[in-house]
């Protein structure tokens, strides 16, 4: 148990699990934030700063599970060959998409009724892995230009709209967030292809940063570096506004809602400017954060040394707490059985609380999960030999 603890690099987890806890807030608001019924809170014509930079924190979420989740291939490289980390992440992508249909919808919907389906960062996190399966086999310094390029340029074929129903059906899985008809099933895309697929890559290769060789004060210099280049070169591009993302910011009626335009980046799908703005202050964090220590830095990186477990225990809780809140309430179990997404559910509107109320509940339910995430910590740190373990 303490020789697996070693080998694993503190910073990663520790952002990890802050992340993860983060990423908590935003679900408990939906499942129980009155206004979320109702608009969405990025909405600069009905939303306000509390609520705006609630959401906006939790940008940061998805694309640091998906860029960390190729720097934790990487680790599982050091350990094999090309072709066994290719049939790891081929089976361990497979899983994860499998998991997204039936675990997480299950947690999601609290009901396993396939007429619709909604592709999440569950999904994205497996599919990118399968893909990952492949392009490390690639020379390294092309598939990093080509994420690049595709990071950098995406938004040039936001405008592309197939017209024939096929292509267009296919084009929306690549990199449109929309809503496709198969007949029997309907599929909402929230995480298409690209240019997450591209994200997991360039954290494999920020990886090799971590390795023995590499001084702590080189990395250092390294990360924080990257870390400042990418987050100016957002600022400097979001100034000009001229491109890298859909919608462009504009002047507000007061200065606090200007700086909301500003950062108002979007998405779905992940634009540039969305990308630059939460990777960039990511990799700054780890740069820093390898000397931090304290009690609430611990507990953090528990719950990011078991992210996949935290993910699913999470959607439960907070699910199951939902319900009973919205029976004391005065509305129906079957109310909380969702047909696709929680904030499009009708018989919901009238239902939630407060913003305040909803960061007690995140407080309350992220401090009742923590024991649970330290218990498996160390179940699965003192059973390396049951190998399932390892996908949960």
Known sequence: MTSDRKKRIRSIDLLRGLVMVIMALDHVRDYFHYDAYFFDP?????????????????HFCAPVFVFLAGTSA???????????????LFKRGLWLVITEFTIIKLAWMFKLDYSGVVLQVIWVLGISMIFLAAFIHLPKKFMIALSVIV?????????????????????????????VDLGFMQVFVGYPLVPWIFVMPLGYYFGAWYRPTVSAADRFKKLWQLGLGITALFFVLRFLNLYGDPYFWSPQESMGFTIMSFFNVTKYPPSLMYLLITLGPSILFLAFAEKWQGALMDKLVTIG??????????????????????????????????DLWITLQPELQGYG???????????????????LCS?????????REKWWLSYL
């Not at 009905?46 to 924190?57: C, D, E, I, Q, Y």
């Not at 990487?74 to 790891?88: A, E, N």
């Not at 609380?353 to 024991?371: D, K, M, S």
């Open 42 to 58: 990025t909405d600069l014509t009905k939303t306000n700063g509390a609520l705006f930079w609630t959401r906006f924190v939790t």
């Open 74 to 88: 990487f680790f599982v490289g050091q350990r094999r060959d090309k072709k066994s980390l290719s049939g790891w």
């Open 151 to 179: 990071i950098l340029g995406h938004n040039f074929l936001d405008a592309f709209a197939p017209v024939d129903p096929l292509a267009s059906g296919l084009w929306t899985f690549v990199h449109v967030f929309n809503l």
């Open 305 to 338: 040394r078991v992210p996949m477990f935290f993910y699913i225990v999470h959607l439960y809780v907070i699910h199951a707490v939902a319900v009973v809140a919205a029976i004391a309430t005065g509305f129906d179990f079957s109310d909380m059985i969702i």
């Open 353 to 371: 609380f407060g913003l305040w109320t909803v960061y007690l509940l995140w407080v309350l339910i992220v401090l009742a999960l923590y024991p």
């Open 375 to 383: 218990w498996y910590d160390t179940y699965k740190s003192s059973h």
